[in-house]
Structures are given as structure tokens and as C-alpha cells.
């Protein structure tokens, strides 16, 4: 089950990295918005995250975007979704602004 600390990371990870993004700052490589753009698509739930990073190259699982997609799968999973709100909406936002690109 997520923690209110792992929910709180993620969320912040996810605007960090967004910010980063926007900014110039971090630049994801071509897997990274292959990901994002196939993530975007999906209805999420932990299991679908879990598979989906399983299925891309090593290189991309290593980078950044994978290292806040994969603690998400389990504040995905959360039986009460009420706290987790914040987190997702900020995952969203990071997914649809590297799928759009």
C-alpha cells in the first residue's frame, strides 16, 4: 500500500523532472518518450506501469523517467486513491507534455 511519504515522492519527482523538462534542463532520451507517449494512451493501474516498464530496454528502465514511473505502480495500486490524487495528476502532466513532443 502507498505511504503519504511515497505519494508525496512521487508527486514531487514527477514536477521536478516536468519542471526540468520544460526548462531544457533534462532532456529524455527517444525510449523515454516512447514510453511516456505509450503510458499516456492507457488506463493506469500498477500492473499496467509494472508491465510496461518491464518491457522496454534496460537503458531506458535506468533512466530518469522510469525511476519515478516505478514507485508509482505501487501509489497506483492504493486501495484508497483519495490521497494519491496530487501524485497522479502530476504523473499526467509529465506524461502528456514528453507524449505530445
Avoid: H, K
Amino acid at each position: 500500500m502507498a505511504t503519504a511519504a511515497l505519494t508525496d515522492a512521487v508527486e514531487r519527482d514527477a514536477l521536478v523532472l516536468l519542471a526540468e523538462y520544460e526548462s531544457g534542463s533534462w532532456f529524455p532520451a527517444d525510449g523515454e518518450f516512447t514510453l511516456a507517449g505509450d503510458l499516456a494512451r492507457m488506463r493506469w493501474n500498477g500492473s499496467v506501469v509494472r508491465a510496461t516498464l518491464r518491457d522496454v530496454p534496460a537503458s531506458i528502465r535506468a533512466g530518469r523517467l522510469a525511476a519515478v514511473l516505478d514507485p508509482a505502480a505501487t501509489v497506483l495500486e492504493a486501495v484508497d486513491a483519495s490521497g494519491t490524487r496530487n501524485a497522479v495528476q502530476a504523473l499526467r502532466q509529465l506524461l502528456d507534455a514528453l507524449a505530445v513532443d
